[in-house]
């Protein structure tokens, strides 16, 4: 047998790679993915485009992702331009009358049209979108949960209702949906909502088969920080045990990989968003990235 040269043997695993794949393109083929867009690969130039090009990879070969996206660093950097002070509850940001301005225009303006500007120029038909559009997100105001009780957030709440009615149009019409987590409530005060949740709870009223949380660690770890206890996968139940002893910014991110599962969407992922085309690897490799929640 002739030995392969360097560029035989590259192209080996790539047919080899490609090969792999077609057991879950046969699996999502024209299915819903949900994907949380976060941490580094928000500001990250080289990651953002790499997120881009998955969104439009999974659009052509038949998988329709939904992307919900928050934007912390981008709305702190704002304030600042405009001598506005960033203030933490709790751990979340308090947000006043012209905080949630700054909120909305940041999320949308800034952060989305970039997004979707991206996903375009990989070749993926986008519709930019917020909680306020057709009545896509319904929210309530929440407290703050501390040692020493309920702190006030101001106008900060989670998601409650979901009318996924433009989101599936946007989809019917081969179009990547990059959604910003901002929602009124039924009176239609403009809350500051946490994306992690609401792309929860749109995976659930899509009847997505996947939600993946993109953050800046390898994954979940049973005893952080022991590397080696990072975990593959782990169970609904086996989470609940483990919820209370993760780290608070794990919190959100596992809750809503939980209330995911537990509202029907068969899978949920914490991805390693530091990884250029991490969702890929999740998606179509056997060792994947990251840890699965099942039921």
Not at 136 to 145: E, I, N, S, T, Y
Not at 150 to 162: A, I, K, R, S, Y
Not at 222 to 247: C, Q, R
Not at 249 to 255: A, C, L, N, S
């Amino acid at each position: 047998m002739i030995p392969a040269t360097p560029d035989q043997a590259l192209a080996r695993i790539k047919a080899e790679t490609l090969i792999e794949s077609l057991d879950w393109l046969r699996e999502f083929h024209g299915r819903i993915v949900v994907i949380k867009f976060g941490g580094n690969a928000m500001v990250d130039e080289q990651l953002q485009l790499a997120f881009a090009q998955d969104m439009a990879y999974l659009r052509f070969v038949g998988i329709k992702p939904v992307v919900v996206h928050g934007g912390g660093p981008q709305i702190t950097a704002r304030l600042a331009e405009l001598g506005l002070e960033s203030e933490f509850r709790a751990g979340m940001r308090y947000t006043d009358d012209k905080t949630i301005l700054v909120v909305r225009d940041v999320l949308r303006q800034q952060i989305s049209k970039g997004l979707a500007a991206l996903i375009e120029e990989s070749g993926a038909k986008t519709i930019v979108l917020s909680g306020e559009d057709d009545s896509l997100f319904r929210a309530v105001k929440v407290k703050g949960q501390t040692a020493e009780g309920e702190v006030d957030l101001g106008l900060v709440g989670e998601v409650t209702t979901v009318n996924p009615r433009a989101v599936l149009k946007a989809l019917d019409q081969g179009k990547v949906p990059v959604i910003s987590s901002v929602a009124p409530t039924t009176s239609g005060e403009l809350l500051n909502v946490n994306a992690d949740l609401a792309a929860s709870a749109l995976a659930i009223a899509l009847g997505a088969d996947k939600l993946m949380v993109l953050t800046d660690v390898a994954g979940l770890y049973a005893d952080w920080p022991t590397l080696d206890s990072l975990l593959s996968e782990i169970s609904v139940e086996e989470l609940k045990e483990l919820m209370p002893s993760l780290e608070s910014g794990m919190i959100p991110k596992m809750r809503a990989c939980l209330n995911a599962v537990e509202g029907g969407v068969p899978k949920a992922h914490i991805i390693d968003g530091r990884q250029p085309h991490s969702i890929l690897l999740e998606i179509f490799t056997k060792a994947g990235v990251g840890t699965q929640v099942t039921s």
